[in-house]
């Protein structure tokens, strides 16, 4: 029905950059907040970015000055760029789009998850 594809992970030294982009497919009327979800081995997962449907966003403080994201509401696509990034951010990234609206109703969503490893 809708499906979250992500894209842009992969491994990086410390310092680097990388930019994760993540689309919805589907009978989409609208999506709530977009957002980035990270999960280290055996931690649970947390949330690392959001951004409102009006374009308000939140961070984790320990990314706050390094990391951006950013939606396009007309192609349903949340991006999260990712600067100056440190080995602490190796985890598998996850897409999340919240009060999804179709034709079917509303939900909440997750992507398949992205791997980001940053090496020291």
């Known amino acids: 029905q809708v499906q979250l594809v992500e894209s842009g992970g992969g491994l990086v030294q410390a310092g680097d950059s990388l930019r994760l982009s993540c689309a919805a497919s589907?009978?989409?009327?609208?999506?709530?907040?977009m957002g980035w979800y990270r999960q280290a081995p055996g931690k649970q997962r947390e949330l690392v970015a959001q951004i409102t449907s009006g374009g308000s966003t939140n961070y984790r403080d320990s990314v706050k000055g390094r990391f951006t994201i950013s939606r396009d509401n007309t192609k349903n696509t949340v991006t999260l760029q990712m600067n100056s990034l440190e080995p602490e951010d190796t985890a598998v990234y996850f897409c999340r789009c919240e009060a999804v609206r179709t034709t079917m109703g509303w939900q909440n969503y997750w992507g398949r998850g992205t791997q980001v490893t940053v090496s020291s």
């Open positions: 589907g009978a989409i009327v609208s999506i709530g907040a």
